[in-house]
């Protein structure tokens, strides 16, 4: 890349810019609605030490590697693999990725958005039995007659008993019956998409608005946008978190307590270890391209080093911490309904939409409460989300800049208005059960495998030696020769076992009690794969396009692991003086 071209894709202002970024693409909506779960699920704070043995073990080593690719080139993971050619479509592959999250991830923000507009009702909607969506099994949350609510609860129970026949399986609290009837209108299943949910259709469009405002001008503008959207939510759940002690701390106290306090046998179960693998994977982000885009807007000199260290660990605290408070939060709720706290927890979009708006309700000022969670949730995604698009129009920037950079703002409107016609399938009355077949699907095989490709094509074909070359010209030192020993072994043996091992345990797309149909399922095995089919594609593009037709397949193959021409330092003179430029090209 030459000097114009540098200057014109652009560097972050300062570091922090860069650090509030990589803040916002790693806390996303995992850590507040899954982690608490998997961790509480696992051996409460004993779940920590495996964790943090897979953090070093994969999350920091990939993380310095990726970052340290495109922090010298100045290049994101759809031009990076100039450095080796014939593995292009792993880049590809994770942007491929990254496009088939976005598309869905906007469609959470959504419903965040339209909860946020239902908490300034006088009275919460998902409080109540008595509104137009409400079937005969609605039923308010615990029996406790000394609670102010206990003369509707037992109207209720009264209204209801002889429809549900004490079937207690077909009772459902307000805020699951909002959820399914309100928000989402939910039909039958996949084959039955039904309508467009008008609502939620104005607020995709809405969310997909505040993602172009923040990215129109590239980083220049989420630069500044991410100093307020990564440290909010850290505000918001802080507020939350002093709430939850101080309405009821009896409550509050046994909710950290089954979260936090170790169950040590439970380190001796396999599916622990698993389940701390695999969290581990998803929560830093590795094989997407989003830290690595991020990173390639570096200044050369950048500590990037440093900064491998540190992100993984603020990714860690934050969800130790957004698990306190979510059991803050659940103890006070149980501890309310009368119920033990395995009766109220969820994972996934349950604790955002059904447990949390349930428990706010019982705060007073509950509209105040519920306003500052989902105008949390929102942040938390839109962090993740800009990221997202970064990576699309990085890529695309990157591997067509004569022709792009002069357009770099009607690209980034045309990436997010189709975001937001890809989406609208997933606002239909059946638009959930698309949702979670893209979520089950996207990720389930193609991103550990392409992450394992990375590491073991950068260690073994272009060169831990190389890399430390690198490394030394951008930051001025060679780091521990640990690092050589994680990225040629450590780390790519345990991303293959982590990867098999989920293949062994992985089992069929469901939502709730629904089955989805065997097409349905061929056609997510399609989304698992379709990221891959670059890789190979990769391959026959360069091997045909290296020499001609007489240079023999192994002269071809010698060529096209070797770096090009483009591979360069993002500098005219590196810190580590000409002589060592001279030796990297």
Known sequence: MSEEETMQRGNWKNWWEFLFSSVGCLVGLGNIWRFPYICFKNGGGAFLIPYFIFM????????????????YSNLGPGKVWVCCPLLKGIGYGMVILTGLVSTYYNVILAWALYYLGMSFYPQLPWTS?????????CMLRGMNT?????????ENHLKNATNVANNTDM?????????EHNVLDLSDGIDNLGSIRWQLLLCLFAAWLVVFLCLFKGIKTSGKVVYVAATVPYLFLMTLFIRGLTFNIDGAVKGLGVFLIPRWEDLLKFSVWCDAAVQMFYSAGLGWGGIATLASYNNFNNNVFRDAMILPIVDVVTSVFAGCVVFVTLGFMAEEAGVSIDKVVDSGPGIAFIVYPEAVSKLPLPQLW???????????????????????????????????????????????????LLGIPCI?????????LIDWYSASVAVMLLTFLEVASLAWLYGVDRIYKDLEVMIGYKPSSLWKIMWLFVTPLAILIIWIV??????????????????????????????????????ISTLLNTGDQSTPLFQKLRISIQPTTQWKPAVTTPPGGMEMRKSLI
């Open 428 to 436: 239909t009355q059946g638009g959930v059960y698309i949702l979670t």
């Open 171 to 179: 009772l459902r609290t307000p805020a699951e019956e909002f959820w």
């Open 146 to 154: 000394s609670s102010p609510n206990s003369s509707l609860l037992v």
């Open 370 to 420: 519920a306003v500052l969670f989902f105008l949390m949730l929102f942040v938390v995604g839109l962090d993740s989300q800009m990221v997202h698009v970064q990576t699309l129009t990085g890529a695309l920037l990157d591997n067509f800049p004569k022709v792009l950079y002069k357009w770099k703002t009607a690209l980034t409107g045309v990436l997010c208005f189709l975001g937001f």
């Open 502 to 539: 989920s293949l062994v345990r992985y089992s069929t797309v469901t939502y709730g009690e629904y089955k989805y149909p065997t097409y349905a399922v061929g056609i997510g095995w399609l989304i698992a794969i379709s990221s891959l089919v670059s890789i190979f594609v990769g391959i």
């Open 56 to 71: 070093f073990l994969c999350a920091m080593p990939m993380m310095f590697l990726e970052m340290t690719f495109s922090q």
């Open 129 to 137: 039995c008595n509104n137009d969506w409400n079937t005969v099994h």
